[in-house]
T-cell receptor, first 118, second 117 residues
Framework: AQTVTQSQPEMSVQEAETVTLSCTYD???????LFWYKQPPSRQMILVIR??????QNATENRFSVNFQKAAKSFSLKISDSQLGDTAMYFC???????????????FGKGTKLSVIP | DTEVTQTPKHLVMGMTNKKSLKCEQH?????MYWYKQKAKKPPELMFV???????INESVPSRFSPECPNSSLLNLHLHALQPEDSALYLC????????????????FGEGSRLTVL
């Protein structure tokens, strides 16, 4: 079974500063995806960034980037130039194909509540 | 259209009521999911439909009954619920199967906030 661990229940950052959210996971799979999802108080889960496990290059999406260390099973999210709209719960998630089921198994971490302070 | 639409947004029901939650997507996704999310917790998988067939039931009590009438619609029928079933119910969809052109992303709806009295 896969486990995803987010060790920071809450974090805060000043507007325009940089913050890093940590995530580690445990799996014996070799083919998988990793995601960071954002859930603002409005509650819709929104994809922030994704990383394919076979790609060594770290994914980047505008102000968001990841540090993917496959051997260490670590997948941290860096948010640069933090904005008030970044205030949300951030979930790290591990995905593998669920064999025989024609679908995916998405395992979430417990989340990190990020507050951006004006 | 990259939307997953859920209705109703809010639902209050008594323990003897029968109600349904509805989810719709028009992205051509052939996998659809129901998740349950309690406050300040991550979503928990309940059911998965793949090509309109139930492929995963995570040991959900029978008072929750899923239905996938077609590739765009997913329903969750509710009957004789308990107060502890109060939660945010999230629907999601994704492409299948796993492949080079498949991003693996789940697209989520805004959820239906259910309160059981």
């Amino acid at each position: 079974a896969q486990t995803v661990t987010q060790s920071q229940p809450e974090m805060s950052v000043q507007e325009a500063e940089t913050v890093t959210l940590s995530c580690t996971y445990d799996t014996s799979e070799n083919n998988y995806y990793l995601f960071w999802y954002k859930q603002p108080p409005s509650r819709q889960m929104i994809l922030v960034i994704r990383q394919e496990a076979y790609k060594q290059q770290n994914a980047t999406e505008n102000r968001f980037s990841v540090n993917f260390q496959k051997a260490a099973k670590s997948f941290s999210l860096k948010i640069s130039d933090s904005q008030l709209g970044d205030t949300a719960m951030y979930f790290c998630a591990f995905m593998k194909q669920r064999s025989g089921a024609g679908s995916y198994q998405l395992t979430f971490g417990k989340g990190t509540k990020l507050s951006v302070i004006p | 259209d990259t939307e997953v639409t859920q209705t109703p947004k809010h639902l209050v029901m008594g323990m003897t009521n029968k109600k349904s939650l509805k989810c719709e997507q028009h992205m051509g996704h052939r996998a659809m999911y129901w998740y349950k999310q309690k406050a300040k917790k991550p979503p928990e998988l309940m059911f998965v439909y793949s090509y309109e067939k139930l492929s995963i039931n995570e040991s959900v009590p029978s008072r929750f009954s899923p239905e996938c009438p077609n590739s765009s619609l997913l329903n969750l029928h509710l009957h004789a619920l308990q107060p502890e079933d109060s939660a945010l119910y999230l629907c999601a969809s994704s492409q299948v199967p796993w492949g080079a052109t498949n991003t693996g992303e789940l697209f989520f709806g805004e959820g239906s906030r259910l309160t059981v009295l």
